[in-house]
């Protein structure tokens, strides 16, 4: 009987101890975080000496981006902004609270620096209740609230789709001045960014700025994103397509004039440049300081169309014309020379109705020579310009 007694009594203290030092632990949470935010007031700025700024530090996490707009001039990034400062007013000492050196606690009951996304567009801030923020006991905080932010960036398409950009993400106080909030920049960070399919990073800047407003001076970081776009899908389906059909534009002179296809060919390569145009005016913003040469490119290519079409014209109709009216002696040695044909016998240079001249040349081979004049005048042009696109893509790449 007193053996079972003197096992409860040693059971009862084993049990007695356990408890004891998990309250201890836990009390002493506790008690620090009832320490700390008894007098606390968040709407103070956390300095003993009122006279200097809070220093903040600035880093801004890219996950990645999750949408471009060139015609709205917007880019929407998906991250985080890493906030760094030190809170003078949340220290403690370790050894008094069992060694304790983190607290992890909701945001609104702490100082927070008022930085906002001064080139964002609709949303300037992070909904940041949602976000818990890191307390040490030395001090220093580390808040991170983050999610989809869209800003505003200034597009320049000239190069399109070799094109290379700059966005910037400005970060600066709303309300507290640089004598109150010194925001510093720790860059950009992309750690933990996936790619995207169709811009590549190529170049990031950090900068602080100082501006002044009505006589006060802020603080301002600017971020710098230089993203390359990746042509590719816009060679395939945009760029190869127009030199295809400037292609076709040349083969129209090569078209007999006996097929009855010359115009309608003319005219649906026309069509084809007019419906591309409308794609390139899709993705432009309306307001472009700078013309993309792909859309210079288009509309000359529309306007060599136009005067292929009025060409075509004119040669079916020197292709069906009689012989009634025999051809200037000019425009056969033109002829001539196009056409490489040389002079017949003066026994065989005239036809029995007179339709060719002394030169042999004919209405048809006036239209053959106009078809194969306009035919290496086009090839020149196209080929013109194709060097030039390749040049100023090779230049950006």
Not at 127 to 142: E, F, I, K, M, W
Not at 170 to 188: E, F, P, S
Not at 247 to 258: A, G
């Amino acid at each position: 009987m007193l053996v079972d007694m003197r096992e409860e009594q040693v059971l009862a203290v084993i049990v007695a101890v356990c408890v004891c030092v998990s309250a201890e632990q836990f009390s002493a949470e506790h008690r620090l975080m009832k320490r700390l935010f008894e007098n606390y007031n968040p709407m103070v700025r956390p300095r003993w000496d009122t006279s200097k700024p809070v220093d903040v530090r600035l880093t801004y996490y890219v996950a990645g981006i999750s949408g471009v707009s060139e015609k709205q001039q917007t880019i929407t990034l998906f991250g985080w902004l890493k906030l760094e400062w030190v809170d003078e007013f949340l220290r403690w000492q370790q050894d008094h609270y069992d060694n304790q050196t983190l607290l992890v606690v909701p945001s609104y009951k702490l100082w927070t620096p008022d930085v906002i996304f001064d080139n964002g567009v609709g949303q300037r801030f992070f909904d940041s209740q949602h976000y818990l923020a890191r307390l040490y006991s030395d001090g220093s905080v580390r808040w991170e609230p983050g999610g989809p932010m869209m800003l505003s960036c200034r597009f320049d398409l000239t190069a399109y789709p070799f094109d290379l950009q700059r966005c910037i993400i400005k970060l600066v106080t709303w309300a507290n001045t640089g004598g109150r909030v010194n925001t510093y920049t720790g860059g950009l960070d992309f750690t933990f960014y996936e790619e995207n399919g169709e811009w590549r990073i190529v170049q990031t800047e950090a900068k602080n700025f100082t501006f002044i407003n009505d006589g006060e001076s802020y603080c301002e970081v600017h971020l710098f994103i230089h993203m390359k776009r990746k042509p590719l899908f816009h060679v395939l389906y945009i760029v190869c397509p127009i030199v295809l059909l400037s292609i076709l534009n040349c083969l129209v002179f090569c078209l007999p004039s006996e097929s009855g296809e010359k115009v309608t060919l003319s005219l649906n390569v026309l069509l084809a440049f007019s419906v591309f145009l409308l794609m390139i005016i899709d993705i432009m913003p309306s307001t472009a300081d700078r013309i993309p040469n792909i859309g210079v490119y288009i509309t000359t290519f529309m306007v060599m169309s136009s005067i292929s079409v009025i060409t075509t014209v004119f040669v079916i109709n020197m292709h069906q014309k009689r012989g009634d009216k025999p051809v200037p002696a000019c425009l056969q040695r033109v002829c001539q020379l196009v056409l490489c044909k040389r002079t017949p016998p003066s026994d065989d240079a005239d036809d029995a109705d007179g339709a060719s001249g002394p030169h042999g040349i004919d209405w048809k081979d006036v239209a053959r020579g106009t078809d194969r004049l306009a035919f290496i005048l086009f090839v020149v042009f196209i080929s013109s310009f194709a060097s030039v696109i390749v040049v100023k893509g090779y230049q950006i790449i």
